[in-house]
């Protein structure tokens, strides 16, 4: 509440009251985490967000009024004891050991996460570094993956659970988590199946009590042997999730662009 002495000095001159009002939406901060599929199908794409990354931080920077931190974290899959075929390129290597995460729990497959760039304050320079490597030889060669489906929703789980993009910030901030991926979520099995959908139901309720936003960028529509589980499972159990699905990434930087202004627009309206 105000007390006398305000109320009386906020009539007479109302830039006096400017302390009062707390930004809202956007404007009052976003963490925002990129988890790319660093699979071979998947270089194009990259190389589209490369070229215009500075347009697409440019939008979070605008947004958030400089309150931001951001995160990069790519996901690939390998046969067992296989390793990634970057195991040994100069951007992996300078990685932290925590930064790099292998799931051995498959019977068949090996998943590989790896945390290019943790949030940090203002990091728009750091972020476009570590996105310059990725499909980048020698730097950082592209994965392989091996069947069709990928396991993003065991990288998802790492940034919601376990910190691995570092942790989300509390408060009335903008938390987003941008999936980009040209297949649908597979645990450690390479295989969608009820299990996943269980599991994606699951992440979508931990992101809804953090106050985590998922946005999807997929040119996977799902077909008779796979659904598109992360539409049916995910985003639509997600509070404010939403997903742009295409047949091709051609337009994938303007798409999250589009995707963040959209959802900047409606926090602000709240």
Not at 101 to 130: C, R, W, Y
Not at 176 to 193: E, R, V
Not at 233 to 259: E, H, M, R, W, Y
Request: hydrophobic fraction near 40%.
């Amino acid at each position: 509440m105000h007390n006398a002495f305000f109320t009386i000095s906020c009539k007479k001159n109302a830039a006096l009251c400017d302390y009062d009002e707390a930004p809202t939406g956007c404007a009052a901060g976003m963490d925002v985490a990129f988890l790319i599929d660093y699979t071979g199908s998947m270089g194009g794409a990259i190389d589209s967000i490369k070229s215009e990354v500075s347009s697409i931080v440019s939008t979070i920077m605008a947004e958030s009024g400089g309150d931001y931190r951001l995160a990069l974290g790519i996901f690939d899959e390998y046969s067992k004891k296989a390793g990634p075929s970057y195991i040994a390129s100069p951007a992996y290597t300078a990685l932290p050991a925590a930064q790099k995460k292998v799931i051995t729990t498959g019977t068949n497959t090996d998943q590989h996460l790896t945390m290019m760039e943790k949030f940090a304050p203002a990091n728009a320079t750091s972020f476009t570094n570590q996105l310059s490597f990725l499909n980048n030889n020698p730097n950082m060669p592209m994965g392989w993956g091996i069947g069709g489906p990928e396991p993003g929703d065991l990288l998802l789980d790492e940034i919601l659970n376990n910190s691995f993009a570092g942790t989300w910030r509390g408060g009335n901030i903008t938390k987003l988590a941008i999936i980009i991926t040209d297949a649908p979520a597979s645990g450690d099995d390479d295989n969608a199946n009820a299990t996943d959908d269980s599991f994606l139901q699951t992440l979508a309720a931990t992101a809804n009590s953090m106050g985590v936003q998922c946005v999807l960028l997929t040119t996977f529509s799902g077909n008779s042997l796979h659904p598109a589980n992360y539409q049916l499972q995910l985003i639509a159990n997600n509070t404010g999730g939403s997903a742009v699905v295409a047949p091709t990434f051609s337009n994938i930087s303007k798409d999250i662009i589009s995707q963040i202004q959209n959802i900047c627009n409606e926090s602000q309206r709240k």
